[in-house]
């Protein structure tokens, strides 16, 4: 039943629920609080979870009820250290009981695709090569991806969460993706009629920023996540929700211009971010180079990073910057010379406390994303 409950693709609300909901919502959202609980404390009984929701032991027992009906969570047994009376029961998140769809296709190359428990643990993987393919030859691919997915899995599939790149709305609305030649294209819509599953679609920086806000080490104090790839985009999560703003454009800092006489980039500027930062202008002034020409590459464009960056971070006051991407290129000296920058320019109290680091939730943290959206969507947990 919960595999086909309809699915909720507002992302810019706050992700995890804390406190009790107004009455013409209450289930629902009392629910999501219980999940939640569950899916970040871990397997706790029916009075941890009363005080932990603030929720009575009644209302918490009844969903506890409804949830193990819908196979969603279990009861595991007494919980140890109870001394006298009655030793409360421990209910847990079935994790293996349901499974997610990922989709990544935010790689110019190949789709890449991974079935998960609901842990984040990816436990098969597909890619498709996409040998240049856009308009509706792209969106038949991920469907194909998608399909091969479904007959990978092994469980009830809670839905499918797709990263990608360019402007997407609430809907799941592709607004425009240039490289995959988008435009307006309902992509979350045609997913789900012709898989039958919940789809939910999200930009593949919003959706790495989600990666790693759940399965990474991301606090409560504000992440940004930087996609280094073909192009740079950001996502940001602010007070527990993503930014989105006015044009679904917000974290888009890959054309901030850093050199205006520098070289000249796809959209018609002079020395947008992208031109030293993204992935092919790394390569280019790095293969082949020796080891003092390629550092001194990196360098540049750590700094031109952190120049960036400092007036983002010190407007939001935030506390963890996380840069995705070839980690061989991006770790190192690129990130070293970005937080040195980045402290020099940034008020003390918050450049003090900023971190700037790879992601750790690691290479998959985009996968890892794209089952949050699902997560998200479906049981109201992040
Ligand atoms: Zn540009």
Redesign the pocket.
Known sequence: MTARSAPDRRLARRLRPRTKALPEHARQHNRSLVLQSLFQAGPSSRADLARETGLTRVTVSDLVSSLIDDGLVSELGAKPGTRVGKPATLVGLRHDAHQVLAVDISDADCFHGAVLDLAGTVLERRKLPVEGRTGTGAVELVERLCRDLVDASTRPLLGVGIATPGLVDADGVVLQAPNLGWSALPLAQLLDDALDLPVHVANDANTAALGEYTFGAAGEHGLMLIRVGKGVGAGLLLDGALLAGQHLAAGEIG?LVVDEDGEP???G?RG?L?TVLSVPALRRRTEGADEAVREAAVRAAGEALGVTLAPVVSALDLREVVLSGPADLLGGPLLDAALTVLRRRCMPVVGEDVELRLPAAGADVVLAGAAVLVLSGQLGVS
Do not use: L, P, S
């Open positions: 054309h980039c796809a959209c500027r947008c992208e």
